[in-house]
């Protein structure tokens, strides 16, 4: 499988922006980009994906480095209820199951 | 969006017996899911993958005489923990894709199974 690296933790104040970085040096040309994010006790909760081009929706945007090697997710005004855990993940479009890493445990700071 | 669910949310039992989890897709058709396996201050371990009327695939380590897998229908799989051991405990958790799958997978909200 493919591998992402990502820093174990972040810190970030509330309404500020945040960066959460991912590298992800072996991708292949079909993998996807998955961006899904864990609160305490709970299952996780899909955060956003692309291929190549970057991508917005109501929760993030994620930003793709032209080679593809690593990207972005940022969050553009962090609250507290955003403290939790990001996964960056690798996949393709089909049936294969997502593997999940270690991620990044982000605190947010009222 | 869709919804996911399981049941139980919490259970205990006592080492040996049996445990089962549902896990439901509420408003669309499940056409393959996912159960993991998450201890605490881990990150998710896949267990298997069973596409609805097939027998489930299970990753390496895993026991599959041990952790049954059963996904009868388009809308429900169950997970059971069989013979029950203190180890075991852990927080599982379920996810589905349907027919069109679009790049988002869906996840239940995680069974917390205590063995005693």
């Known amino acids: 499988d493919a591998k992402t690296t990502q820093p174990n933790s972040m810190e970030s104040n509330e309404e500020e922006p945040v960066h959460l970085p991912c590298n992800h040096s072996t991708i292949s040309g079909t993998d996807y980009i998955h961006w899904y994010r864990q609160l305490p006790s709970q299952g996780p909760e899909y955060v956003i994906h692309g291929l190549t081009s970057n991508v917005n929706n109501r929760m993030a945007s994620l930003a793709i480095a032209e080679d593809r090697k690593s990207s972005t997710l940022i969050l553009h005004r962090a609250t507290l209820r955003d403290a939790a855990v990001y996964y960056c993940i690798l996949g393709d479009s089909g049936n294969t199951p997502l593997v999940f890493g270690k991620g990044t445990r982000l605190s947010v700071i009222a | 969006g869709a919804v996911v669910s399981q049941h139980p949310s919490r259970v205990i039992c006592k080492s040996g017996t049996s445990v089962k989890i549902e896990c439901r897709s509420l408003?669309?058709?499940?056409?393959?899911m996912f159960w993991y396996r998450q201890f605490p201050k881990q990150s998710l371990m896949l267990m298997a993958t069973s596409n609805e009327g097939s027998k489930a695939t299970y990753e390496q380590g895993v026991e599959k005489d041990k952790f049954l897998i059963n996904h009868a229908s388009l809308t429900l799989s169950t997970l059971t923990v069989t013979s029950a051991h203190p180890e075991d405990s852990s927080f599982y958790i379920c996810s589905a894709r349907g027919h069109h799958y679009t790049g988002e997978l869906f996840f239940g909200e995680g069974s917390r199974l205590t063995v005693l």
């Open positions: 408003d669309f058709q499940a056409t393959t």
